[in-house]
């Protein structure tokens, strides 16, 4: 290895470290405290996130393999000694997650009477009628594909999940392999057996079956006069990132339709899943089939795809789950909403517009406590409708399907209104989504923009020029969290309203950067990446340590989702060994050995897994008792310091400083959906000896007063 190319002693590997935040969410789910129903949320989430893992950081270490790269991480490792590092780490999380399944969840539910059903189970009416189901159901659309000379091995789409069977013919006695998918987006994999089928007394509150049981107890009518020898499970996982190289934003749109098209048809397979009883000779076929090494071969017991326990959240039994948060308008913004003046909530001489508070303070939006639908949702309407509006300009990377900002977008247009998105059409696994309503907005007759060439623009701002006697004001939404209605409900996310000249106009000069008619390299308060943030970021921790140098109170507080880029981890290092106090919130990949003597013993990291993904970026800077507060929408990690466009804000307010400073403490004393970090990378649930803490739960409580 070259210089520098050196391993970092004391750095984490990002993907075993990855791998720790998802065994943190497989705890959630295998706690008993855990309700029931939430248990299975968490169990899901941990393989939803498993599947984005292989499809992503798996592909490209196999690639990498493949290429014959043999360049190490920052830990010393080879892609190939990683790939075996992840394979040893994610088996025993596997076996607990499906022991858990099978011995704690289904028998929790039978407790609650909630019945999950085999086939062999069933009762006559309730095999007549599933029965019939397939017939009426499944079987006009399941197409059994088999493989000999005239029939090559079938294509297996990504994350399906099929049946492997062999066919014998009774009067040859040929063998044949044949597969068969189970429909999965037209049909629930939980079907509801009609209760009253039941021959229990009390009858039971649901009564279900996989949808695999129906399709493999009827396989024998798919091929009449023939005998079904074995039938089997199995799921595939293929490479699903797609390669985006430097090109320019018209032929954008053209290059990831087509790496979508290939995404569909499917990468290289990168997992076999298959039933752990699963005939030697259908194994054989399988990774003869579709190519698959020894290595990527996971073997468990059924169900496969637990990502669809999610499924068990439609159950309408509250005290099963954790209690739903509706949240509430800031109070603030409650004598700003539109609908309440013309349903008579409001009086109209009581209502205020949105720019007018705006324009007298600063506000601090916490999703979602505070309802996304009456703030930033209002924001926009508003500017949609409001005659002294001149432009809109947004940032726009994952989007609901069901978007009101869209709306209020194509309304301010039509309005006349000069309306600017800018949408990123690389956003992972959102990419045919964005294209959609690229095309809506533009066809609307809103700008669209994809963004600078080579960088991805992940900030989260909203811009609103409006005429105010004779000259334009700014006012503007800088925030942690994606323009989403559907996330705003599960992710807790911080956002700024203010109309702050400066800031405003750093705005301003940032969207001419997006729109490619700018070099900006600096900006008034801003921090900006690919432009200022890392080096912003780093002038802040060395002032702590100069603080600190010079008898102050070095001491820094930063809340992210990861931790990962190897020179501010050095500098953390640095600033810990002259005495700086730092405290971080990391929920997921934390490359970073916090506690260890000599090193890092002034460093404690926490992790937070709660009901809401936590999700917000915080930093905050003692600066000898006159902080320093920022909020945005990046980590500390190389792709947001050096290959996104992020922009991170500095909240002036004291009041607003006060109010993010108490958030910060809540998390750091919680000690119940709380981890910490131990010298060895490990992670320790915290347990309340006394006084139960939840942060979570107390903002909850704090909004409902």
């Not at 017939?135 to 090559?152: E, I, K, R, Y």
């Not at 057996?193 to 649901?206: A, G, R």
């Not at 509250?318 to 913004?333: A, C, I, N, S």
């Not at 403490?665 to 709380?674: G, R």
């Amino acid at each position: 290895m070259t210089k520098k190319e050196e391993a970092q002693p004391h750095y984490i590997n990002r993907e075993l470290s990855w791998l720790k935040f998802n065994q943190r969410v497989l705890e959630v789910a295998l706690d008993p405290n855990t309700p029931i129903l939430d248990q299975a949320k968490f169990s899901a989430i941990f393989s939803n996130n498993l599947d984005e893992f292989f499809m992503v950081r798996v592909a490209s270490l196999k690639s990498q393999v493949e290429a014959g790269i043999t360049k190490k991480s920052e830990d010393g490792k080879s892609p190939q000694e990683q790939l075996n590092n992840i394979r040893s780490s994610l088996l025993p999380l596997l076996s607990k997650q499906e022991n858990h399944y099978l011995n704690t969840f289904k028998k929790s539910l039978l407790k609650e009477n909630i019945h999950l059903l085999n086939y062999k189970d069933l009762n006559l009416r309730q095999k007549n009628w599933i029965d019939n189901y397939f017939q009426t159901a499944l079987f006009p659309v399941l197409t059994p594909l088999a493989v000999d000379p005239t029939h090559p091995f079938p294509f297996v789409s990504n994350l399906s999940l099929n049946v492997a069977a062999i066919i014998v013919d009774p009067d040859t006695q040929q063998k044949q392999f044949a597969r068969v998918k189970i429909p999965q987006k037209t049909t629930r994999r939980f079907i509801d057996i009609p209760i009253e089928l039941s021959d229990l007394e009390p009858k039971p509150i649901h009564t279900q079956i996989t949808i695999e049981q129906v399709v493999v107890n009827n396989l024998h009518l798919l091929f009449p006069g023939m005998e079904v020898e074995n039938q089997c499970l199995f799921r595939v996982t293929r490479d699903a990132d797609l390669e985006l190289r430097d090109i320019e934003a018209d032929d954008l749109m053209s290059a990831i339709e087509q790496g979508l098209h290939k995404r569909r048809l499917g990468g290289e397979v990168v997992r076999l899943e298959v039933s752990e009883n699963m005939p030697e000779n259908i194994l054989d076929l399988l990774i003869e089939g579709m190519n698959v090494a020894e290595a990527d071969l996971y073997r468990a017991k059924d169900p496969l795809a637990l990502d669809e326990l999610f499924e068990f959240q439609r159950i309408n039994l509250p005290d099963l789950k954790h209690e739903f948060h509706q949240g509430k308008t800031h109070k603030e913004l409650l004598h700003s909403q539109k609908d309440l003046v013309s349903e008579g909530s409001i009086r109209k001489d009581d209502f205020k517009s949105i720019f007018s508070i705006i324009k007298r303070q600063d506000l601090l939006l916490h999703h979602p406590f505070d309802l996304f639908s009456t703030s930033i949702e209002e924001f926009i309407n508003q500017a949609a409708e409001d005659e002294q509006v001149m432009g809109i300009k947004m940032t726009l990377y994952r989007i609901s399907k069901d978007s009101s900002i869209i709306s209020s977008l194509i309304r301010a247009a039509e309005n006349g209104k000069q309306v600017m998105a800018l949408v990123e059409l690389k956003a992972r696994f959102d990419e045919d989504n964005n294209i959609q309503w690229a095309k809506h907005l533009e066809q609307s007759g809103v700008h669209v923009v994809y963004g600078v060439s080579g960088l991805k623009t992940h900030t989260k701002i909203a811009l609103v020029i409006r005429k105010e006697k004779a000259r334009l004001r700014s006012y503007f939404h800088i925030g942690t969290g994606n323009y989403n209605s559907k996330t705003s409900k599960l992710y807790t996310d911080l956002g700024l309203l203010s109309s702050q000249p400066e800031l405003g106009q750093d705005l301003v000069e940032l969207f001419n950067y997006l729109t490619g008619f700018s070099k900006q390299q600096s900006y008034r308060k801003l921090l900006v990446a690919p432009i200022t943030l890392r080096d912003g970021m780093k002038s802040l921790i060395k002032r702590e340590i100069k603080n600190k140098k010079n008898n102050g109170t070095g001491h820094i507080k930063a809340k992210m989702n990861s931790l990962v880029d190897p020179e501010i981890i050095e500098l953390l290092y640095k600033a810990s060994n002259e005495g700086v106090k730092i405290e971080l919130i990391v929920r997921g990949m934390c490359c970073l050995y916090p506690g260890e003597k000599g090193l890092s013993e002034n460093i404690k990291v926490t992790s937070i897994i709660g009901n809401f993904l936590e999700h917000s970026r915080i930093f905050w800077f003692a600066n000898n008792g006159n902080p320093d507060v920022y909020l945005g929408s990046a980590d500390w990690m190389r792709r947001n310091l050096d290959r996104r466009v992020e922009a991170v804000t500095p909240i002036e307010s004291p009041n607003l400083k006060q109010q993010i400073h108490m958030l910060l403490e809540l998390y750091l004393q919680d000690n119940c959906e709380s981890w910490e970090m131990q010298n060895d990378g490990n992670y320790l649930r915290r347990e309340h000896k006394e006084t139960k803490k939840c942060a979570q739960a107390q903002l909850i409580r704090k909004w409902n007063q």
